[in-house]
Protein backbone atom coordinates (compact mmCIF):
# COMPACT_ATOMS: atom_id res chain seq x y z
CA UNK A 1 0.00 0.00 0.00
CA UNK A 2 1.09 3.78 -0.74
CA UNK A 3 1.72 5.80 1.92
CA UNK A 4 -0.26 8.88 2.00
CA UNK A 5 1.70 11.90 0.78
CA UNK A 6 3.45 14.10 3.57
CA UNK A 7 1.97 17.70 3.62
CA UNK A 8 3.86 20.78 2.16
CA UNK A 9 6.44 22.51 4.50
CA UNK A 10 5.56 25.47 6.53
CA UNK A 11 7.56 28.47 6.62
CA UNK A 12 8.91 27.89 9.53
CA UNK A 13 9.26 24.24 8.87
CA UNK A 14 11.49 24.81 5.66
CA UNK A 15 13.93 27.85 7.45
CA UNK A 16 14.25 25.20 10.23
CA UNK A 17 15.90 22.72 7.44
CA UNK A 18 17.81 25.48 5.83
CA UNK A 19 19.45 25.86 9.30
CA UNK A 20 20.22 22.26 9.66
CA UNK A 21 21.48 22.00 6.39
CA UNK A 22 23.79 25.31 6.98
CA UNK A 23 25.27 24.01 10.02
CA UNK A 24 26.31 20.70 8.78
CA UNK A 25 27.56 22.69 6.00
CA UNK A 26 29.83 24.68 8.31
CA UNK A 27 31.40 21.66 9.90
CA UNK A 28 32.37 20.18 6.52
CA UNK A 29 33.79 23.87 6.18
CA UNK A 30 35.34 23.80 8.95
CA UNK A 31 37.60 20.87 8.57
CA UNK A 32 39.13 21.71 4.86
CA UNK A 33 38.77 25.46 5.12
CA UNK A 34 42.11 26.17 6.69
CA UNK A 35 44.13 24.71 4.01
CA UNK A 36 44.54 27.88 1.87
CA UNK A 37 44.81 30.61 4.46
CA UNK A 38 47.14 28.80 6.53
CA UNK A 39 50.58 29.45 4.89
CA UNK A 40 49.06 33.13 5.49
CA UNK A 41 48.86 32.67 8.73
CA UNK A 42 51.54 31.44 9.44
CA UNK A 43 53.52 34.72 8.28
CA UNK A 44 51.29 36.81 9.16
CA UNK A 45 51.66 35.76 13.04
CA UNK A 46 55.56 35.55 13.06
CA UNK A 47 54.92 31.79 13.63
CA UNK A 48 56.35 28.53 12.17
CA UNK A 49 55.13 25.07 10.84
CA UNK A 50 55.69 23.58 14.20
CA UNK A 51 54.45 25.85 16.63
CA UNK A 52 51.56 26.58 14.05
CA UNK A 53 50.43 22.83 14.38
CA UNK A 54 48.82 23.83 17.74
CA UNK A 55 46.29 25.47 16.25
CA UNK A 56 45.34 22.92 13.82
CA UNK A 57 46.22 20.03 17.14
CA UNK A 58 43.04 22.35 18.80
CA UNK A 59 40.56 22.18 16.75
CA UNK A 60 41.19 18.15 16.59
CA UNK A 61 40.85 18.16 20.43
CA UNK A 62 38.19 20.40 20.60
CA UNK A 63 35.83 18.73 18.23
CA UNK A 64 36.39 15.75 20.33
CA UNK A 65 35.48 17.83 23.73
CA UNK A 66 32.57 18.86 22.49
CA UNK A 67 31.17 15.28 20.82
CA UNK A 68 31.66 13.59 23.91
CA UNK A 69 30.12 16.12 26.92
CA UNK A 70 27.01 16.07 24.47
CA UNK A 71 24.98 13.18 26.79
CA UNK A 72 25.73 15.44 30.05
CA UNK A 73 24.83 18.51 28.51
CA UNK A 74 21.64 17.49 26.91
CA UNK A 75 20.62 15.39 30.22
CA UNK A 76 21.18 18.92 31.82
CA UNK A 77 20.04 21.25 29.33
CA UNK A 78 18.27 20.03 26.36
CA UNK A 79 19.52 18.87 22.87
CA UNK A 80 18.03 22.38 21.58
CA UNK A 81 20.43 24.54 24.24
CA UNK A 82 23.11 22.59 23.39
CA UNK A 83 22.89 22.97 19.13
CA UNK A 84 22.43 26.65 19.98
CA UNK A 85 24.98 26.86 22.23
CA UNK A 86 27.68 24.71 20.03
CA UNK A 87 26.80 27.77 17.58
CA UNK A 88 27.27 30.69 19.75
CA UNK A 89 30.87 28.78 20.30
CA UNK A 90 31.56 28.53 16.40
CA UNK A 91 30.60 31.66 15.96
CA UNK A 92 32.04 33.48 19.35
CA UNK A 93 35.60 31.64 18.66
CA UNK A 94 36.01 32.07 14.91
CA UNK A 95 35.47 35.98 15.07
CA UNK A 96 37.73 35.93 18.59
CA UNK A 97 40.75 34.39 16.13
CA UNK A 98 40.08 37.90 13.44
CA UNK A 99 41.74 39.97 16.24
CA UNK A 100 44.85 38.06 17.51
CA UNK A 101 48.22 38.51 16.97
CA UNK A 102 50.00 35.41 17.98
CA UNK A 103 49.50 31.31 17.57
CA UNK A 104 49.00 30.45 21.14
CA UNK A 105 45.64 32.73 21.04
CA UNK A 106 44.79 31.64 18.05
CA UNK A 107 44.91 27.86 19.22
CA UNK A 108 43.17 28.79 22.37
CA UNK A 109 40.44 30.44 20.39
CA UNK A 110 39.95 27.50 17.62
CA UNK A 111 39.53 25.47 20.22
CA UNK A 112 36.67 27.39 21.76
CA UNK A 113 35.11 27.45 18.10
CA UNK A 114 35.91 23.05 17.63
CA UNK A 115 33.57 22.71 20.75
CA UNK A 116 31.30 24.61 18.85
CA UNK A 117 31.34 22.30 15.95
CA UNK A 118 31.59 19.36 17.96
CA UNK A 119 28.70 20.25 19.51
CA UNK A 120 26.75 21.46 16.47
CA UNK A 121 27.76 17.94 14.48
CA UNK A 122 26.48 15.76 17.02
CA UNK A 123 23.26 17.29 17.66
CA UNK A 124 22.02 18.88 13.64
CA UNK A 125 20.73 15.68 12.95
CA UNK A 126 18.77 14.69 16.14
CA UNK A 127 17.28 18.43 15.47
CA UNK A 128 16.15 17.67 12.19
CA UNK A 129 14.89 14.31 13.18
CA UNK A 130 12.82 15.71 15.94
CA UNK A 131 11.52 18.66 13.77
CA UNK A 132 11.00 16.11 10.82
CA UNK A 133 9.77 12.79 12.37
CA UNK A 134 7.79 11.79 9.13
CA UNK A 135 10.93 12.67 6.93
CA UNK A 136 13.77 11.28 8.47
CA UNK A 137 15.43 9.71 5.64
CA UNK A 138 14.70 13.07 3.77
CA UNK A 139 16.77 14.73 6.96
CA UNK A 140 19.65 12.33 6.58
CA UNK A 141 19.68 13.66 3.07
CA UNK A 142 20.19 17.25 4.17
CA UNK A 143 22.70 16.00 6.87
CA UNK A 144 24.85 14.31 4.15
CA UNK A 145 25.10 16.81 1.50
CA UNK A 146 25.51 19.80 3.98
CA UNK A 147 28.62 17.74 5.37
CA UNK A 148 30.18 16.62 2.11
CA UNK A 149 29.29 19.69 0.27
CA UNK A 150 31.03 22.16 2.82
CA UNK A 151 34.39 19.56 2.76
CA UNK A 152 34.92 20.45 -0.78
CA UNK A 153 33.31 24.17 -1.45
CA UNK A 154 35.89 25.18 1.37
CA UNK A 155 39.10 25.60 -0.24
CA UNK A 156 37.68 27.63 -2.99
CA UNK A 157 35.46 29.84 -0.68
CA UNK A 158 38.32 30.36 1.13
CA UNK A 159 40.45 31.50 -1.98
CA UNK A 160 38.32 33.48 -2.77
CA UNK A 161 38.68 35.71 0.86
CA UNK A 162 41.74 35.06 1.58
CA UNK A 163 42.62 38.31 -0.31
CA UNK A 164 39.91 40.24 0.79
CA UNK A 165 41.00 42.00 2.70
CA UNK A 166 43.55 39.52 4.35
CA UNK A 167 43.31 35.53 5.67
CA UNK A 168 41.12 36.74 8.63
CA UNK A 169 38.41 36.96 6.24
CA UNK A 170 38.88 33.27 6.09
CA UNK A 171 37.99 33.43 9.39
CA UNK A 172 35.05 35.63 10.10
CA UNK A 173 33.20 34.75 7.22
CA UNK A 174 32.18 31.24 8.48
CA UNK A 175 31.97 32.61 11.79
CA UNK A 176 29.39 35.25 10.92
CA UNK A 177 27.86 32.31 8.85
CA UNK A 178 26.80 30.35 12.52
CA UNK A 179 25.73 33.72 13.68
CA UNK A 180 23.18 34.12 11.11
CA UNK A 181 22.11 30.26 11.94
CA UNK A 182 21.85 30.86 15.20
CA UNK A 183 19.32 33.17 14.68
CA UNK A 184 17.69 31.22 12.40
CA UNK A 185 17.48 28.05 14.18
CA UNK A 186 16.52 30.41 17.58
CA UNK A 187 13.19 31.61 15.38
CA UNK A 188 12.27 28.01 13.80
CA UNK A 189 12.90 25.35 15.52
CA UNK A 190 11.15 24.15 18.88
CA UNK A 191 11.42 25.33 22.20
CA UNK A 192 13.27 22.10 23.30
CA UNK A 193 13.76 18.53 22.36
CA UNK A 194 13.28 15.75 24.97
CA UNK A 195 15.89 15.55 27.70
CA UNK A 196 18.04 12.40 27.88
CA UNK A 197 18.35 10.53 31.64
CA UNK A 198 21.13 11.92 34.00
CA UNK A 199 23.66 9.01 34.06
CA UNK A 200 26.37 9.10 35.64
CA UNK A 201 29.15 10.90 33.23
CA UNK A 202 32.27 9.14 32.27
CA UNK A 203 34.42 12.02 33.09
CA UNK A 204 37.97 9.82 33.92
CA UNK A 205 37.02 8.34 30.20
CA UNK A 206 36.96 11.50 28.80
CA UNK A 207 39.96 12.46 30.30
CA UNK A 208 41.91 9.46 29.68
CA UNK A 209 40.38 9.46 25.73
CA UNK A 210 41.42 13.35 25.31
CA UNK A 211 45.03 12.76 26.91
CA UNK A 212 45.85 9.62 24.28
CA UNK A 213 44.61 11.85 21.57
CA UNK A 214 46.41 15.08 22.34
CA UNK A 215 49.47 12.17 22.62
CA UNK A 216 49.03 11.05 19.49
CA UNK A 217 48.74 14.55 17.99
CA UNK A 218 52.03 15.80 19.64
CA UNK A 219 53.77 12.30 17.83
CA UNK A 220 52.45 13.22 14.39
CA UNK A 221 53.66 16.63 14.82
CA UNK A 222 56.89 17.08 16.87
CA UNK A 223 57.98 13.03 16.86
CA UNK A 224 59.79 13.70 13.25
CA UNK A 225 61.23 17.39 14.77
CA UNK A 226 62.96 15.60 17.39
CA UNK A 227 64.18 12.55 15.91
CA UNK A 228 61.48 9.93 16.98
CA UNK A 229 63.25 7.43 19.54
CA UNK A 230 66.36 9.44 20.15
CA UNK A 231 64.62 12.04 21.96
CA UNK A 232 63.47 12.14 25.43
CA UNK A 233 60.77 14.21 25.49
CA UNK A 234 59.48 11.51 22.43
CA UNK A 235 60.14 8.98 25.20
CA UNK A 236 57.78 11.02 27.89
CA UNK A 237 55.07 11.34 25.22
CA UNK A 238 55.35 7.78 23.91
CA UNK A 239 54.91 6.23 27.47
CA UNK A 240 52.08 8.90 28.91
CA UNK A 241 50.07 7.73 25.64
CA UNK A 242 50.47 4.47 26.01
CA UNK A 243 49.31 4.39 29.93
CA UNK A 244 46.47 6.46 28.50
CA UNK A 245 45.47 4.66 26.03
CA UNK A 246 45.32 1.48 28.01
CA UNK A 247 43.78 3.08 31.05
CA UNK A 248 40.78 4.49 28.87
CA UNK A 249 39.81 1.16 27.15
CA UNK A 250 40.15 -0.17 30.69
CA UNK A 251 38.00 2.17 31.81
CA UNK A 252 35.90 1.77 29.10
CA UNK A 253 35.36 -2.01 29.83
CA UNK A 254 34.57 -1.85 33.62
CA UNK A 255 32.94 1.65 34.08
CA UNK A 256 28.71 1.23 34.45
CA UNK A 257 28.32 4.10 32.17
CA UNK A 258 31.02 4.32 30.25
CA UNK A 259 32.19 6.90 27.00
CA UNK A 260 32.02 4.31 25.09
CA UNK A 261 29.59 1.30 24.45
CA UNK A 262 32.12 -1.20 23.26
CA UNK A 263 29.74 -3.85 23.12
CA UNK A 264 28.33 -2.09 19.69
CA UNK A 265 31.50 -3.54 17.51
CA UNK A 266 29.90 -7.02 18.21
CA UNK A 267 27.99 -5.45 15.66
CA UNK A 268 30.37 -6.88 12.45
CA UNK A 269 28.34 -4.61 10.37
CA UNK A 270 28.39 -1.64 12.68
CA UNK A 271 32.10 -2.24 13.15
CA UNK A 272 33.09 -2.40 9.18
CA UNK A 273 31.10 0.53 8.43
CA UNK A 274 32.95 2.76 11.06
CA UNK A 275 36.23 1.51 9.63
CA UNK A 276 34.79 2.30 5.82
CA UNK A 277 34.27 5.52 6.83
CA UNK A 278 37.36 6.44 8.53
CA UNK A 279 38.86 5.36 5.39
CA UNK A 280 36.85 7.55 3.24
CA UNK A 281 37.07 10.58 5.69
CA UNK A 282 40.54 10.15 5.77
CA UNK A 283 41.20 9.83 2.46
CA UNK A 284 39.04 12.57 1.02
CA UNK A 285 40.58 15.30 3.88
CA UNK A 286 43.97 14.27 3.53
CA UNK A 287 44.08 14.42 -0.61
CA UNK A 288 42.16 17.55 -0.81
CA UNK A 289 45.24 18.82 1.31
CA UNK A 290 48.09 17.28 -0.79
CA UNK A 291 46.67 18.36 -3.23
CA UNK A 292 46.33 22.13 -2.36
CA UNK A 293 49.82 22.08 -0.95
CA UNK A 294 50.90 20.40 -4.47
CA UNK A 295 49.37 24.04 -6.32
CA UNK A 296 49.98 26.38 -4.11
CA UNK A 297 53.68 25.30 -2.84
CA UNK A 298 55.49 23.27 -5.61
CA UNK A 299 53.47 24.96 -8.30
CA UNK A 300 53.14 28.50 -7.18
CA UNK A 301 49.36 28.84 -8.33
CA UNK A 302 47.65 32.44 -7.33
CA UNK A 303 45.12 31.57 -4.71
CA UNK A 304 42.32 32.49 -7.14
CA UNK A 305 43.81 30.34 -9.44
CA UNK A 306 44.56 27.55 -6.94
CA UNK A 307 39.98 27.82 -6.05
CA UNK A 308 39.44 27.86 -9.88
CA UNK A 309 41.02 24.24 -10.24
CA UNK A 310 39.32 23.16 -7.08
CA UNK A 311 35.71 24.89 -8.02
CA UNK A 312 34.69 22.01 -10.55
CA UNK A 313 34.54 19.10 -7.35
CA UNK A 314 31.36 21.15 -6.16
CA UNK A 315 29.60 20.18 -9.41
CA UNK A 316 30.91 17.15 -9.27
CA UNK A 317 29.91 16.57 -6.14
CA UNK A 318 26.62 17.74 -6.22
CA UNK A 319 26.02 15.85 -8.94
CA UNK A 320 26.42 12.64 -7.04
CA UNK A 321 24.30 14.15 -4.39
CA UNK A 322 21.59 14.85 -6.40
CA UNK A 323 21.62 11.59 -8.04
CA UNK A 324 21.74 9.75 -4.24
CA UNK A 325 18.52 11.82 -3.30
CA UNK A 326 16.35 10.94 -6.70
CA UNK A 327 17.54 7.10 -6.58
CA UNK A 328 19.27 5.85 -3.05
CA UNK A 329 17.53 3.01 -1.70
CA UNK A 330 18.76 0.33 1.01
CA UNK A 331 18.61 -2.07 -1.41
CA UNK A 332 21.14 -0.17 -4.14
CA UNK A 333 23.65 1.27 -0.88
CA UNK A 334 26.32 -1.46 -0.76
CA UNK A 335 26.66 -1.10 -5.12
CA UNK A 336 26.56 3.42 -4.57
CA UNK A 337 29.03 2.44 -1.78
CA UNK A 338 31.65 0.14 -3.85
CA UNK A 339 31.14 2.04 -6.78
CA UNK A 340 31.67 5.22 -5.06
CA UNK A 341 35.01 3.65 -2.90
CA UNK A 342 36.39 2.53 -6.39
CA UNK A 343 36.14 5.12 -8.55
CA UNK A 344 37.57 7.36 -5.15
CA UNK A 345 40.61 5.34 -5.04
CA UNK A 346 41.06 4.90 -8.87
CA UNK A 347 40.80 8.99 -8.88
CA UNK A 348 43.16 9.40 -5.69
CA UNK A 349 45.77 7.18 -8.21
CA UNK A 350 45.64 9.36 -10.94
CA UNK A 351 45.98 12.35 -9.14
CA UNK A 352 49.37 10.94 -8.34
CA UNK A 353 50.67 11.38 -11.25
CA UNK A 354 51.08 15.28 -10.72
CA UNK A 355 54.54 16.49 -11.30
CA UNK A 356 56.02 19.83 -12.13
CA UNK A 357 54.33 20.30 -15.36
CA UNK A 358 50.66 18.62 -15.18
CA UNK A 359 48.24 20.75 -17.14
CA UNK A 360 45.55 22.88 -15.00
CA UNK A 361 42.76 21.60 -16.74
CA UNK A 362 43.42 17.71 -16.37
CA UNK A 363 43.85 18.16 -13.11
CA UNK A 364 40.63 19.98 -12.18
CA UNK A 365 38.74 17.60 -14.39
CA UNK A 366 39.93 14.19 -12.51
CA UNK A 367 39.23 16.50 -9.25
CA UNK A 368 35.96 17.15 -10.39
CA UNK A 369 35.28 13.13 -10.91
CA UNK A 370 37.34 12.65 -7.31
CA UNK A 371 34.77 14.41 -6.03
CA UNK A 372 31.40 12.76 -7.58
CA UNK A 373 32.64 9.87 -6.56
CA UNK A 374 33.31 10.89 -2.81
CA UNK A 375 29.83 12.22 -2.93
CA UNK A 376 28.28 8.76 -4.38
CA UNK A 377 29.76 7.09 -1.43
CA UNK A 378 28.79 9.36 1.05
CA UNK A 379 25.68 9.06 1.82
CA UNK A 380 25.67 5.28 2.01
CA UNK A 381 28.71 5.78 4.48
CA UNK A 382 26.52 7.76 6.78
CA UNK A 383 23.61 5.26 6.80
CA UNK A 384 25.31 2.25 7.36
CA UNK A 385 26.50 3.54 10.87
CA UNK A 386 22.06 3.39 11.27
CA UNK A 387 21.87 0.30 9.47
CA UNK A 388 20.15 -2.07 11.53
CA UNK A 389 20.57 -0.34 15.01
CA UNK A 390 17.34 0.10 17.06
CA UNK A 391 17.46 4.10 18.47
CA UNK A 392 19.02 3.28 21.76
CA UNK A 393 22.08 1.70 19.96
CA UNK A 394 22.21 4.71 17.50
CA UNK A 395 22.38 6.83 20.95
CA UNK A 396 25.23 4.73 22.69
CA UNK A 397 27.38 4.64 19.53
CA UNK A 398 27.59 7.90 18.91
CA UNK A 399 30.77 8.57 20.88
CA UNK A 400 32.32 5.75 18.46
CA UNK A 401 31.12 7.41 15.66
CA UNK A 402 31.95 11.02 16.29
CA UNK A 403 35.74 9.68 17.92
CA UNK A 404 36.28 8.14 14.78
CA UNK A 405 35.02 11.35 12.54
CA UNK A 406 37.78 13.39 13.99
CA UNK A 407 41.10 11.06 14.69
CA UNK A 408 41.59 9.01 11.50
CA UNK A 409 41.45 12.83 9.55
CA UNK A 410 43.96 13.76 11.97
CA UNK A 411 46.14 10.89 11.15
CA UNK A 412 45.73 11.00 8.05
CA UNK A 413 46.94 15.09 7.80
CA UNK A 414 49.92 14.16 10.34
CA UNK A 415 51.32 11.39 8.04
CA UNK A 416 51.03 13.16 4.90
CA UNK A 417 53.17 16.10 7.04
CA UNK A 418 55.56 13.88 7.87
CA UNK A 419 55.75 11.26 4.93
CA UNK A 420 56.74 14.53 2.85
CA UNK A 421 59.53 15.63 4.85
CA UNK A 422 60.56 12.00 5.22
CA UNK A 423 60.32 11.44 1.40
CA UNK A 424 61.59 14.34 -0.08
CA UNK A 425 65.28 14.31 2.62
CA UNK A 426 64.93 10.69 1.00
CA UNK A 427 64.80 11.45 -2.91
CA UNK A 428 67.17 14.29 -2.14
CA UNK A 429 70.24 12.32 -1.29
CA UNK A 430 69.45 9.65 -3.87
CA UNK A 431 69.85 12.78 -6.33
CA UNK A 432 72.74 13.87 -4.15
CA UNK A 433 74.74 9.87 -4.84
CA UNK A 434 73.64 10.10 -8.65
CA UNK A 435 75.11 13.93 -9.07
CA UNK A 436 78.75 12.72 -10.27
CA UNK A 437 77.09 10.85 -13.10
CA UNK A 438 74.80 13.89 -14.03
CA UNK A 439 77.67 16.46 -13.63
CA UNK A 440 77.71 17.12 -16.93
CA UNK A 441 74.29 18.10 -17.93
CA UNK A 442 74.19 20.33 -14.49
CA UNK A 443 77.15 22.36 -15.92
CA UNK A 444 75.49 22.97 -18.83
CA UNK A 445 72.15 24.05 -17.24
CA UNK A 446 73.68 26.16 -14.55
CA UNK A 447 75.43 27.70 -17.18
CA UNK A 448 73.00 28.48 -19.15
CA UNK A 449 70.87 30.07 -16.08
CA UNK A 450 73.54 32.04 -15.46
CA UNK A 451 73.35 33.66 -19.61
CA UNK A 452 69.90 34.03 -19.14
CA UNK A 453 69.63 35.96 -15.56
CA UNK A 454 73.07 37.65 -16.71
CA UNK A 455 71.84 41.00 -18.18
CA UNK A 456 69.66 41.54 -15.27
CA UNK A 457 72.61 41.08 -12.26
CA UNK A 458 73.98 43.67 -10.86
CA UNK A 459 76.73 41.69 -9.55
CA UNK A 460 78.33 39.24 -12.07
CA UNK A 461 80.75 37.81 -9.76
CA UNK A 462 77.40 36.59 -7.76
CA UNK A 463 75.98 34.81 -11.02
CA UNK A 464 77.10 31.20 -10.59
CA UNK A 465 75.63 30.94 -6.90
CA UNK A 466 72.57 32.36 -8.33
CA UNK A 467 72.68 30.03 -11.01
CA UNK A 468 73.50 27.35 -8.49
CA UNK A 469 70.41 28.46 -6.25
CA UNK A 470 68.07 27.73 -8.95
CA UNK A 471 69.11 24.48 -10.13
CA UNK A 472 68.93 23.10 -6.58
CA UNK A 473 65.75 24.84 -5.92
CA UNK A 474 64.30 23.08 -9.11
CA UNK A 475 65.92 19.73 -7.45
CA UNK A 476 64.00 20.09 -4.20
CA UNK A 477 61.01 20.95 -6.07
CA UNK A 478 61.25 17.82 -7.98
CA UNK A 479 62.05 15.68 -4.46
CA UNK A 480 58.69 17.28 -3.13
CA UNK A 481 56.63 16.88 -5.97
CA UNK A 482 57.23 12.96 -6.27
CA UNK A 483 57.55 12.71 -2.72
CA UNK A 484 53.62 14.16 -3.03
CA UNK A 485 53.41 11.65 -6.11
CA UNK A 486 54.13 8.44 -3.50
CA UNK A 487 51.79 9.89 -0.41
CA UNK A 488 48.74 10.57 -2.59
CA UNK A 489 49.37 6.93 -4.19
CA UNK A 490 49.43 5.50 -0.48
CA UNK A 491 45.90 6.52 0.30
CA UNK A 492 44.42 5.71 -3.16
CA UNK A 493 45.41 2.15 -1.27
CA UNK A 494 43.70 3.46 1.87
CA UNK A 495 40.35 4.06 -0.28
CA UNK A 496 40.86 0.65 -2.58
CA UNK A 497 40.95 -0.65 0.70
CA UNK A 498 37.73 0.60 2.09
CA UNK A 499 36.36 -0.42 -1.40
CA UNK A 500 37.15 -4.35 -0.76
CA UNK A 501 35.89 -3.78 2.87
CA UNK A 502 32.77 -2.91 1.83
CA UNK A 503 32.35 -6.01 -0.61
CA UNK A 504 31.63 -7.63 2.69
CA UNK A 505 29.29 -6.07 3.88
CA UNK A 506 25.96 -8.10 4.07
CA UNK A 507 22.33 -7.33 2.99
CA UNK A 508 19.76 -6.36 5.87
CA UNK A 509 16.33 -7.66 6.41
CA UNK A 510 13.43 -6.46 5.18
CA UNK A 511 12.31 -5.53 8.32
CA UNK A 512 15.90 -4.11 9.98
CA UNK A 513 15.54 -0.41 12.02
CA UNK A 514 17.67 2.32 9.75
CA UNK A 515 17.56 4.28 6.65
CA UNK A 516 15.45 3.22 4.05
CA UNK A 517 16.85 6.20 1.56
CA UNK A 518 20.32 7.62 1.10
Not at 358 to 374: P, S
Not at 377 to 389: E, K, Q
Amino acid sequence: MTPAPLPPLTARERVAAACGFAAALLYGVHSTLPDLPGPFEVVNLGSDRYRFQWVSGAASIGSIVGMSVLPWLRARVGLWQCYLGGLWLYAAGGLAGVWVREDTVLAATTAVAAVGTGLVITTVLSILWAEFPDRRDWAIGLYVGGLYLGRIVAPSVSAALVDEPSWRSAVAAPAAAAGLVLVGAFESHHADAPRGTRDPFDFPGLALLVAWVTCLFIGLSRFHLWEWDTSDDAAVVYAVGAIALVGFFARQLTAAHPLFDLALLRNHRFALAVVIKALADATVITVLLAVTRYMVGDRGYPRATAGMVLLPCVPGMLLALALTARVGTRDNRKLRLVVGMFGLAVCTWQLGRIDLFTDKWWLAGVLAVWAGCAGLAGSPVICLNFDGLTPKQVAASASIKNVMRVVPTMVGVGVLAIAMDARTDAILDVERQTVESNRPPIADVTARIEQQIGPYSAIPADLPEQAGTVVSGWARANARVWATQAVIQWFAVIAGAGAVLSLFLRPLPADAPGPLRG
